[in-house]
T-cell receptor, first 114, second 112 residues
Framework: GENVGLHLPTLSVQEGDNSIINCAYS??????FIWYKQESGKGPQFIID?????DKRQGQRVTVLLNKTVKHLSLQIAATQPGDSAVYFC?????????????FGGGTRVLVKP | KAGVTQTPRYLIKTRGQQVTLSCSPISGHRSVSWYQQTPGQGLQFLFE???????NKGNFPGRFSGRQFSNSRSEMNVSTLELGDSALYLC???????????FGPGTRLTVL
């Protein structure tokens, strides 16, 4: 995949356990955040998003937490499954004034052990 | 709805050549953004087009250019290819505001 060779932080998790992936973002003016999952050979796939006026949002088996005070974002995956093995990216969007540009974090590789 | 499509999926070129990549956004989406993904640099923003106008641009040399057509389809061109241009080029579309961007599968470009 595209991230072979890139020294990504790796999270190894036992199947069925919960995973927490962390991300520090750079711009306090960012108002919209997205988590993407990228499997080998594929483009990033949208998981969940959150706007800056929220601090928590839940989806199916996933929860995103936003702490604007320390500019930190986390993705929690409940009951991690083998299909969750992928690289996860957080992205910040500084909104319309800055165009529709996404700035991505470096990514975290999640390996699910059976 | 069909997702974002990119053509070709794979491309091999030699140094000095030029290349054009194509992206068809999700129906109804007016914004198309392009990204370069490499193992060393990760995902980097190239540019964004909205209603046929370049609305935002990343820090890439002028060899990288793009355009958008009236049907929102977009093309990206790289002239005078260099070895370092080898990468996965990703296109993403969104309705147009600060919305979620949906990515295509990418075009893997190899420059020999």
């Amino acid at each position: 995949g595209e991230n072979v060779g890139l020294h990504l932080p790796t999270l190894s998790v036992q199947e069925g356990d919960n995973s927490i992936i962390n991300c520090a973002y750079s711009n306090s003016a960012s108002d919209y955040f997205i988590w993407y999952k990228q499997e080998s050979g594929k483009g990033p796939q949208f998981i969940i998003d959150i706007r800056s006026n929220m601090d928590k949002r839940q989806g199916q088996r996933v929860t995103v937490l936003l702490n604007k005070t320390v500019k930190h974002l986390s993705l929690q995956i409940a009951a991690t499954q083998p299909g969750d093995s992928a690289v996860y990216f957080c992205a910040e969007n500084m909104g319309k004034a800055a165009g529709n540009k996404l700035t991505f974090g470096g990514g975290t590789r999640v390996l699910v052990k059976p | 709805k069909a997702g974002v499509t990119q053509t070709p999926r794979y491309l091999i070129k030699t140094r000095g050549q030029q290349v054009t990549l194509s992206c068809s956004p999700i129906s109804g989406h007016r914004s198309v953004s392009w990204y370069q993904q490499t193992p060393g640099q990760g995902l980097q923003f190239l540019f964004e087009y909205f209603s046929e106008t370049q609305r935002n641009k990343g820090n890439f040399p002028g060899r990288f250019s793009g355009r958008q057509f009236s049907n929102s389809r977009s093309e990206m061109n790289v002239s005078t290819l260099e070895l370092g241009d080898s990468a996965l080029y990703l296109c993403a579309s969104s309705p147009g505001g600060p919305d979620t961007q949906y990515f295509g599968p990418g075009t893997r470009l190899t420059v020999l």
